[in-house]
């Protein structure tokens, strides 16, 4: 009943919310600003005026080689080896997590989670400060060859490789999420009924594992292949240098050059289109005849597989890559807010941090020290204050649609309200953004209110949510609920007391997701908002004056806010993001 | 094909141990059935042998060949001790048809594909799961599920095959048919089973030994109507059987190699032993199984009717005898009103004498009431 | 309950009886701004005050030093200030005054072409030259009004040898032999792509010829390039290697090996050690020794506070207001002649305006506006291809 109610509502909220901006973008597609229309009407003697309808933005794109086919063509390989990094990497951890009797799963499992805290660009950073060597580029020297004498080729360092390699590391962590969270609900027993049959490790594996966690999966390379897709950053810093172009690069190129842009927005629908393909598989997958209900109320007794000997030869190998990805940057980070000159050592001063008064020198203006400095923390503040409503907003919409899809799994609406809900994750933010900057010149109430940001938040990380809620929802077998249905308990009760608290841990990361990803958003509200008011939008005023030990430190301050919100969220719930996965 | 032997066996989580010093040997083609309460380790034991558990202590063999041995470092994984293994929540696979789900095992086997068509036929024959052949376990009900179960698990035609509470999931009517059907397949794959169940009657109508447990401990290990009849300690005697025996406190005292005074709930009677016994102490309880307190008009003992459960076959009286309530059960229907006088007697010689400070079997014995007055 | 409504009501007549009024204000911009054309501070000063009390002034602006609030100290005129990147300004400036919605008050952007043909063209902005320096800026910065000028030089590691003079002709950049150079995107960057559509002017053609010359020895000659900017610009760009920040680019040639190039803007050295590196254009580099562009400073069309936003502009090219936002700064140059550089600016070999007006390729308005897309799409393929 309560299913047949809230799918409707979401599909009626869904569609009012993510249609205006559809609508946009399929208008911008096919018409012209003024600024094409003197482009098209210089270079192919068209007679065009601003807002009229045209193809052209579309024979332009689709017909050009080297700007959009071959770009795409690296869209899909860097996000197809990413989504794979991603899966890899985090089922590895998951698996072992869950599966083994690893040493210091505790600490594994929250650090593990750490590159996905860390903005992208952190790791690309980092990558570059490794791998740099004399015989690449400028000839930086890196850590690695001024401590090894080892010098990696080029393509090691700037392209294909490093890109998909960041994002997928940087990714890895949804991976962890969403797999561990359904191997450490799946019944053991599906395993061990295959060890009794004499399959081996890597057949169950194959046949009985994976399959089961392909819902999960699905999930996984949807957001995962979706963000990559969508990442600018991150191609940017370590793709271009290559000559490494992908269609976010392409895309960000003609959205700013005001007489691209209708191709732009084309590029736009193209990612659109790979986000809906993707999507129906997803759906054609978990609306088959097979079920996953995979958590029954009873859990079976887990043996975790004896590592043995390579115990300590795997902890230690796991141990040192979560150092290199995870503890690192924010090492690096810190160091770099209490340098003078960057990676230079000697000038170590803690002013960039302490000073009572104002840093001057070259950092004109910078105002006081990051501890002292009342623009950093009304910012910080005001950046927290919008990541907690979104967060809360979001996660409790996630759940809530996750329900609905679960319980009305297989029909059309389910589906509508599921891909609906991941629309606005395939629209760069850039674009989001600016669909709202309008919107806000036509309901002008909304200007520069926190509501508007509110609004434009809550839509754009709503995919997160609903993910992380319908893929635990799907898990949970309808007969819990119906258990407390037959005992009298109400709608909300049975929410409350049943549901929620029996997938917490995955609610829980509905929730901190968003709120992580909040935190250092710039591109989706920089038209929205006045600078100062959110973190990020300091953060730029920082990079632009070059006063990178004040970026850095404040980058470390919004890693460190959002490990603490973390931290307090499993303190007072006994759930986190990594906890639904396993570690205790 | 393999007795299965356990030594010593201990599993122990943390300080909490799940299953203390167990030492059992089940031969070939037995149908041994590990029974006790939930959480007395029964499962684990089953989980042990199957090597899906790793014991703390104590050697696992099949016949000679170890299997598991906490001295000798050795521990064999599930797949290479060539058993099966049958979930008490089926643990079909959902995304694998009924087909795939019982070829698996097959192809894992690295069977010919016609044999294993052939035996997946086999198998849907004989579980009589034919028409369901294409389904998603998903799409079936819980009977089905337990056959298409049983079948993944036999169709390798394993030597031993072990059962995790594999019926408490089925309806009583369904259960009872698979009952049936599981010890016609006992008989007709002779291997070896080993069964856990908490369901005494499962047992007793199923296994050719029971292995009753308490608390990680064995408490005995034998034919099912020894376990009925001569049951070692008050705490089988009170868990085998339906209704369950009756347990009266008794002081008794010995008189002869063979015989001693009891009295329990008021009465006075001689305990006349089949063999000769010794009683440790004068504090004793009296086991009494229910149809050994016949209901007959010269009874010697006389109390009354508390109430009366007439199933048809068979009636179960509860008759109320000073402070105490008895069950008897009569062949038949009756039906007494509340409160009536019945008189009824101690017959046979498998009335049992437990020492109540150890909970033992001392004597097992007959009887004699003193003659009735008047 | 009935109340409540009532006040509802009210309020949203009220409105829509503002909406209204706001549509009227484009002539009352463009009024104020005629009657501020001969004000000088003070009255200016006066005037803005009245208007704005206690209200924000706001700016949007492509860089965020403006955020300074030294004006406020001055003057007591509350700023807020909005840091989106060029085309997100455009894009405001299209929805906002576009629309006829109240976004900004004071402009600060760069790039000419869009500023003419897009922003100015569709009457969203209007042009303001503060009366007190009318004198002193070139009139050819005065329509539309240039505040500052800010550059991109090409600098190299010296590997400590401050004599090595290892970039004396620009065509070296285009050869293999120093492949390499960090360059920002220019589709990415406006002022790069500026930039190179500026070079495609007669006069840096005849400068490029020369330097050809003078580096191969022979005459350049048509063959598969249409003109001999198109030669460099085709060559540089394939040559060189595109990095997304100065600040990296800065710090890769302060960092890399001796003779590592790279062209990023002059304020940038000092988040880096830059013992290393030499200006090219103090070795005298023939050709020219990197960019300068222009950033302006306009009025919204539908400004609310048109006297403040004149006041703020004349701020901004007063020595005070011009020291305490960009001052400290080298690679910045106020469009104020009367204004030098800092001596900050000096210790890094910054130079006055005059000295770069030579041997940098200043964004020209005329030839950009003429050669645009065509010259636009070249480079798009070129970047996209390489």
């Known amino acids: ?584 | 094909m393999p007795s299965i032997v356990l030594t010593h066996v201990t599993k122990q989580w943390g300080k909490f141990i799940g299953v203390n010093d167990l030492n059992l040997e089940i031969e070939d083609g037995a149908f041994v059935t590990l029974l006790g309460s939930s959480g007395c380790g029964k499962t684990t034991t089953l989980r042990m042998i199957a090597g899906l558990e790793t014991p703390t202590r104590g050697e696992i063999r099949f016949d000679d060949k170890i299997m598991f041995s906490s001295d000798k470092n050795i521990n064999i994984p599930p797949a290479r001790r060539e058993v099966g293994f049958l979930f008490q929540n089926y643990a079909l696979w959902p995304h694998m048809t009924v087909t795939q789900n019982i070829a698996f095992g097959l192809e894992t086997l690295k069977w010919k594909k016609p044999d294993i068509t052939a035996r997946v036929k086999e198998m849907l024959d004989i579980m009589r799961i034919g028409p369901f052949a294409d389904r998603y376990p998903a799409e079936l009900s819980g009977g089905q599920q337990q056959r298409v179960a049983i079948a993944r698990t036999l169709a390798p035609k394993p030597r031993v095959l072990f059962m995790d509470e594999p019926l408490s999931n089925l309806d009583a009517k369904l259960r009872g048919e698979m009952r049936t059907e599981l010890k016609r397949l006992h008989k007709d794959t002779g291997s070896t089973f080993v069964y856990v169940t908490h369901d005494q009657l499962e047992a007793m109508t199923l296994s050719t030994r029971i292995c009753m447990m308490n608390e990680g401990v064995l408490q005995q290990y034998a034919p099912p109507l020894e376990v009925y009849n001569r049951p070692a300690n008050l705490f089988v005697a009170d868990f085998v059987g339906n209704p369950s025996m009756n347990l009266i406190d008794a002081t008794a005292k010995q008189t002869a190699p063979d015989e001693a005074e009891i009295s329990f709930l008021g009465q006075r009677a001689v305990f006349r032993g089949n063999e000769p016994f010794r009683l440790p102490a004068d504090s004793a309880v009296l086991g009494i199984r229910p149809e050994f307190l016949p209901i007959t008009p010269d009874g010697g003992l006389e109390g009354q009717a508390y109430s009366t459960l007439p199933a048809g076959m068979e009636t179960t009286v509860k008759i109320k005898l000073g402070g105490a309530i008895l069950s008897a059960v009569v062949f038949g229907a009756i039906d007494y009103e509340t409160d009536a006088a019945i008189r009824f007697s101690v017959a046979g010689d498998g009335i049992l004498l437990f020492d109540r400070a150890s909970g033992q079997r001392v004597a097992s014995g007959s009887v004699l009431l003193p003659a009735r007055k008047g | 309950m009935k109340k409540t409504a009532a006040i509802l009501v009210a309020m949203i007549l009220c409105l829509s009886l503002l909406l209204p009024v706001s549509a009227l204000a484009e002539t009352d911009v463009q009024k104020a701004l005629a009657d501020a054309a001969d004000l000088s501070w003070d009255d200016l000063l006066a005037k803005a005050k009245a208007e704005i009390g206690d209200n924000e002034l706001m700016i949007y602006s492509n860089t965020s030093r403006v955020k300074e609030d030294t004006f406020t100290e001055k003057t007591g005129i509350k700023i807020a200030t909005q840091n989106p990147n060029d085309s997100q300004i455009y894009e405001m400036l299209e929805q906002e005054v576009g629309n006829n919605v109240y976004g900004a008050d004071v402009v600060l952007l760069q790039d000419c072409f869009m500023l003419t043909n897009f922003a100015i063209a569709s009457g969203w902005l209007e042009n303001y030259v503060p009366a007190d320096y009318k004198s002193v800026i070139l009139e050819s910065d005065q329509n539309p009004l240039v505040c500052v000028y800010l550059n991109r030089l090409f600098f190299y590691n010296d590997g400590g040898d401050k004599q090595a003079k290892r970039f004396t002709n620009v065509w070296q950049f285009t050869e293999p032999e120093f492949k390499g150079t960090e360059f920002k995107n220019p589709m990415d960057e406006k002022s790069s792509m500026n930039f190179l559509i500026s070079l495609t002017s007669e006069q840096w053609q005849a400068k490029l010829a020369d330097a050809y010359r003078s580096y191969y020895g022979k005459d350049w000659a048509a063959g598969e390039f249409a003109n001999i900017s198109y030669e460099w610009i085709y060559k540089f760009l394939m040559n060189c290697t595109f990095v997304s920040k100065d600040s990296t680019i800065a710090a890769d040639v302060a960092g890399g090996a001796a003779g590592s190039a790279g062209l990023f803007v002059f304020s940038k050295l000092r988040s880096v050690d830059a013992s290393n590196i030499t200006v090219c254009a103090n070795d005298g580099i023939e050709g020219f020794a990197g960019l300068m562009y222009p950033i302006y400073g306009m009025i919204a069309a539908n400004a609310k506070y048109p006297y403040a936003a004149c006041l703020y502009l004349n701020y901004l090219l007063s020595e005070e207001g011009y020291n305490n936002i960009f001052g400290k700064e080298m690679g910045t140059y106020s469009a104020n002649g009367t204004i030098g550089i800092s001596e900050n600016a000096k210790t890094y070999g910054d130079q006055p305006l005059s000295f770069w007006q030579d041997c940098l390729v200043f964004e020209d308005a005329e030839h950009v506006q003429n050669v645009y897309f065509e010259v636009f799409d070249q480079i798009q393929q070129w970047c996209a291809s390489k």
Not at chain 1, 323 to 349: H, R
């Open chain 1, 1 to 584: 009943m309560q299913a047949n109610v809230l799918i409707v509502l979401f599909a009626v909220l869904l569609v009012i919310l993510t249609v205006y901006p559809m609508y946009s973008v399929i208008r911008s597609s096919l018409t012209v600003g003024r600024m094409e229309a003197m482009r098209y009407n210089t270079l192919y003697h068209t007679k065009l005026s601003a807002d009229d309808f045209t193809l052209l933005n579309y024979r332009e794109l689709l017909t050009n080689v080297s700007t959009f086919w071959k770009p795409l063509w690296n869209s899909l390989r860097m996000s197809a080896y990413a989504s794979l990094i991603a899966i890899v990497l985090g089922g590895t951890v998951a698996f072992l997590i869950t599966r083994t009797d690893i040493r210091a799963k505790k600490f594994f499992s929250s650090v593990f989670i750490f590159p996905y805290i860390m903005p992208s660009w952190t790791l690309a950073l980092v990558w570059k400060n490794v791998f740099a060597n004399s015989r690449v580029g400028t000839g930086v020297v890196g850590m690695l060859e001024s401590l090894t004498g080892i010098c990696v080729p080029s393509w090691v360092v700037y392209g294909i490789f490093p890109c998909a390699l960041v994002m997928g590391i940087h990714y890895a962590p949804f991976a962890y999420i969403l797999i561990g969270g359904t191997l450490r609900n799946m019944d053991a027993n599906l395993e061990e009924a295959a060890t009794i049959l004499q399959a081996g490790r890597g057949r169950i594996l194959r046949r009985i594992t994976i399959p089961i966690v392909m819902p999960a999966l699905f999930s996984t390379v949807l957001l995962v292949f979706s963000s990559t897709m969508a990442s600018y950053a991150v191609p940017v810093f370590v793709g271009s240098p290559g000559n490494f172009f992908v269609l976010s690069t392409q895309l960000t190129s003609l959205y700013n050059t005001m007489a691209t842009k209708g191709q732009a927005f084309v590029m736009t629908i193209v990612l659109i289109l790979f986000g809906v393909m993707l999507l129906g598989i997803n759906l054609w997958f978990t609306g088959k005849r097979k079920s996953f209900t995979t958590v029954t109320g009873k859990s079976g007794q887990v043996s975790y597989i004896r590592l043995g000997r390579a115990n300590t030869v795997i902890s230690a190998v796991l141990a040192v890559l979560l150092f290199l990805i995870a503890i690192f940057p924010i090492i690096s980070f810190a160091l770099e807010s209490m340098v003078e000159v960057q990676g230079n050592y000697a000038t170590l001063t803690l002013k960039y941090w302490l000073s009572r008064e104002d840093i001057g020198g070259f950092a004109v203006n910078a105002g006081k020290g990051i501890l002292f400095n009342g623009m950093i923390w009304s910012a910080l503040w005001g950046s927290i204050k919008l990541s907690l409503i979104v967060s809360l907003i979001v996660g409790t919409g996630g759940i809530l649609i996750g329900y609905a899809v679960a319980r009305k799994r297989g029909t059309r609406l389910a589906g509508l309200v599921s891909g609906l809900a991941f629309f606005p994750y395939l629209v760069p933010s850039m674009a989001f953004g600016a669909i709202f900057l309008a919107v806000s010149t036509r309901l002008t109430f909304l200007r520069g209110t926190l509501l508007l940001l509110v609004i434009v938040g809550s839509i754009k990380y709503l995919p997160f949510a609903s993910r992380s809620g319908t893929n635990s929802m799907m898990q949970l077998s309808g007969e819990i609920e119906e258990a407390a249905v037959i005992v009298g308990a109400s709608w909300p009760k049975r929410m409350l007391r049943i549901l929620f608290p029996i997938q917490k841990s995955s609610f829980i990361s509905g929730y901190l997701l968003p709120f992580i990803s909040c935190m250092r958003e710039l591109s989706l509200f920089i038209l929205l908002t006045t600078s100062g008011t959110l973190i990020t939008t300091l953060l730029s005023y920082f990079d632009e004056k070059a006063v990178t030990q004040m970026s850095n430190g404040i980058n470390l301050l919004i890693v460190i806010i959002v490990l603490l919100v973390n931290f307090t969220t499993n303190k007072l719930t006994g759930a986190s993001i990594d906890k639904g996965v396993g570690g205790n």
